[in-house]
């Protein structure tokens, strides 16, 4: 009996459209075809049939919204606003990062040219206005010579006395 109600199910397609991406993929969610109640399946339509290939291979991804909403850590679907505010804020990250990165590449190149030599004027100056450190004595060491004779006690820890 459960088959024929299966297949039935079958021919009336409750799947409805839930979103799309930027890319124009489509997502679809419909009820678990046991009718227990359990979450329902979420699919996806590339779409370019052949694209499906590039998302399996990894030469492309799904937004990370979309893949999250996919595997049910995600309750709502993303809506394209949020999708677009994302793609701005990879851009600014990507930007800085660039930045970023001509700024250490020009500390790097700075780093590499040899340092002018100070001005023998400036030494003698230097030197002078630098407190010269007093000789320091040495300090006793904490580890006191141990006998060779010597060896550990014995310990027993004394019981807790509970509060009154």
Do not use: C
Request: hydrophobic share 30%; no cysteine.
């Amino acid at each position: 009996m459960s088959f024929l109600v299966r297949l039935l199910q079958g021919f009336r397609s409750q799947t409805r459209l839930v979103g799309r991406d930027l890319e124009g993929n489509k997502f679809y969610e419909s009820p678990n075809a046991l009718g227990d109640g359990s979450r329902p399946r979420r699919t996806v339509q590339y779409h370019d049939p052949e694209a499906v290939w590039d998302y399996v291979g990894g030469k492309r991804r799904l937004p990370v919204q979309w893949s999250m909403w996919l595997s049910y850590t995600r309750p709502h679907a993303p809506t394209l606003e949020e999708l677009q505010l994302d793609i701005e804020r990879q851009r600014r990250v990507l930007a800085n990062a660039a930045i970023l990165e001509a700024q250490e590449q020009a500390q790097k190149l700075a780093s590499l040219e040899p340092p002018t030599p100070p001005s023998v004027q400036n030494t003698i100056e230097a030197s002078q206005l630098r407190p010269q450190p007093e000789a320091e004595q040495p300090k006793e060491s904490p580890w006191k010579a141990v006998p060779e004779s010597w060896q550990p006690e014995s310990w027993s820890p004394q019981p807790r006395k509970k509060a009154s």
